[in-house]
């Protein structure tokens, strides 16, 4: 075999200039962005930044070598440049507690004694090693592959195939071998949870939810996610003891759940959640909510509960599954099929509500928290629904990615921030933190009535892809719950970001992706206006919440 390309071992130094670029990478990641984070997640972020950015500027590097230009190394330069290396990262690990507080502060979450920049040091380490070998390695494969192809090409021609012949080696590996059997393990897992029967949650006796003894769906059908919607808060007493005495009687509130397992297509699913609605006489009710439920069938305890306190129970709810998955897993594996579902539902619900006389159908609302709220948006298409609209929809940390969401968002007023929107004169779409929702002065809400409840500090809803080459809007002018901190750094901040996404579900509520109770309540209130409730009554009804840890 000709040698044209120069082999180097998996020891060798590594690439001066890179290093110096990957340290700055490392601390930086370590600065503030939208939540706090732990010392494992750290290690991850820091890790990463570290190993994306050796990579891209050691590949600059090769591509300025492979040109033919000149190349200026001298023995003081690499010494000096790992010296300020190792410099720049233990200026990072000195400092993270500090940043860290700066993040919690603004969480209103109390100051860490440390962030544990020993455990932050271990978890990078264990990324950066094995990253850096398996790097070598790819480049020795591609080394290997070009000095073969030499024999059979020009020397810059065979690189290119080798290149080529390389990456696709180790895609077929990553998502033909690998990947799939990630994926199943993931499924076997997710199924196994969904099968869950919680021994302390009797199956229900009132007649108005989906499992009881003539309900046409089948308790064990439901899932764990089903069973836990169904059984959940509140009962007929506690809405009468928070709502009070005055008003219309007590209802018990009609849910309607339809699992994974208790249809075969998203149309069947459809039909009975349908058919069920109607044997319970949902129709009849003042309200009717098809709540959406995210990938794994989770519905928020208080999403629709709240509800049920305010309309004193005389409201049904409806959701039909759709997977068993985490959403984000769902979105990887097969992401219309929630869609369909929500659609066929939506489709199914609304003409035969749209066929009762107007005034004898009961007020129709959407609702859906994080993927969920994604598919409740793409449930209906606008046009179809001009005629006879339904009332409105309450959406909740709205993904990146929704439609709806983000044409909204594009057409603020210049003067609104876009971490909270104001849209034309806000009769038809508003958006709330968890500072409540803007005053649109004298402007009235419209017919239909679009809220959006997100948290600034949201990844979910305010990860940015294009933050990897540009700073994101909603830094300036940036929330009360954002550090003043939080820079934009190409690269990086789209890591940080992306690592707040999968944390932002673990944070306490009020914080990231956990949203808190009372922010339902004066949604559903604003949004409804239900009659009899004064600030006293509401306040009682957050409270109960509150005590419940909601």
């Known amino acids: 075999m000709r040698i044209v390309f120069e082999h180097r071992s998996l020891l060798a130094p590594l690439a001066p200039v890179a290093v110096v670029v990957a340290a700055f990478a490392f601390t930086t990641a370590l600065t503030p962005s939208l939540i706090p984070r732990t010392g494992a997640l750290q290690g991850l972020l820091a890790g990463a930044a570290f190993v994306v950015v050796y990579a891209l500027t050691a590949a600059l590097g090769s591509a300025w070598a492979w040109l033919g230009l000149p190349v200026w190394r001298p023995r003081w330069m690499i010494i000096g440049t790992k010296a300020a290396a190792l410099g720049i990262m233990i200026y990072g690990l000195a400092h993270v507690t500090e940043w860290q507080n700066v993040v919690n502060a603004v969480s209103g979450l109390p100051p860490v004694e440390s962030a544990r920049p020993q455990i932050i040091t271990g978890v990078a380490l264990a990324v950066i ?20 192809l030499a024999w059979l090409m020009p020397a810059r021609l065979a690189l290119i195939g080798s290149l080529a012949l390389t990456a696709i080696l180790f895609w077929t590996v990553g998502s033909g071998v690998l990947g799939s059997a990630i994926l199943r393990t993931l499924d076997e897992g997710a199924r196994q949870v969904d099968a869950l029967i919680d021994d302390g949650q009797p199956r229900p ?14 308790w064990d059908s439901l899932g764990a996610f089903g069973r836990w919607r169904i059984g959940d808060y509140p009962s007929t007493a506690e809405i009468a003891e928070v709502a009070g005495p005055d008003g219309p009687e007590v209802k018990t509130p009609a849910r309607v759940y339809v699992g994974l397992n208790s249809a075969r297509t998203p149309e069947e699913s459809a039909t009975l959640a349908l058919d069920e609605l109607r044997r319970i006489d949902a129709f009849s009710r003042e309200v009717l909510v ?74 129709l609302y959407l609702n859906g928290l994080s993927l969920g709220s994604r598919n409740s948006e793409l449930s209906f298409e606008v046009w179809g629904i001009l005629g006879t609209p339904f009332d409105g929809a309450f959406w909740i940390g709205p993904t990146f990615t929704n439609p709806l969401w983000q044409a909204f968002t594009a057409r603020r007023t210049p003067t609104s921030p876009a971490w909270r929107p104001v849209v034309g004169s806000g009769n038809l779409v508003r958006f709330a933190t968890q500072q409540g929702i803007p005053d649109h002065g004298y402007h009235p809400w419209g017919p239909v009535r679009l809220l959006y409840l997100q948290h600034p500090s949201d990844a979910v809803t305010f990860f940015d892809p294009e933050s990897l080459y540009r700073r994101p809007e909603w830094l300036s002018p940036r929330a009360p719950d954002v550090s003043p901190a939080f820079r934009w750094v190409p690269i990086v901040t789209f890591l940080q970001l992306f690592a707040d996404l999968v944390a932002g579900f673990r944070t306490p509520i009020g914080v990231g992706h956990a949203y808190a109770a009372r922010d339902f309540i004066d949604g559903w209130h604003a949004l409804t206006d239900p009659p009899g409730w004064s600030e006293e009554r509401l306040d009682a009804l957050r409270e109960w919440y509150a005590v419940r840890g909601r």
Do not use: C, K
Not at 129 to 144: D, E, S, T
Not at 205 to 218: E, F, P, Q, T
Not at 310 to 334: F, H, I, K
């Open 129 to 148: 090693l094995p990253m850096i070998a398996l790097g070598r390695l790819v480049r020795m494969l591609v080394v290997f592959a070009a000095n073969w």
């Open 205 to 218: 006796s009132a007649s108005v939810h989906s499992g009881s003894r003539d309900s046409l769906i089948d």
């Open 290 to 363: 098809i709540a959406t439920p995210t990938g794994t069938g989770w519905v928020h305890p208080a999403s629709v509960s709240p509800m049920e306190f305010l309309w004193r129970g005389d409201v049904a709810s409806v959701s039909v599954q759709y997977s068993y998955l985490p959403s984000w897993l769902t979105l990887l594996v097969d992401p219309d099929y929630g869609v369909a579902t929500a659609r066929a539902v939506f489709a199914a619900i609304r003409d035969h509500w749209q066929s009762l006389p107007p005034d004898s159908r009961p007020r």
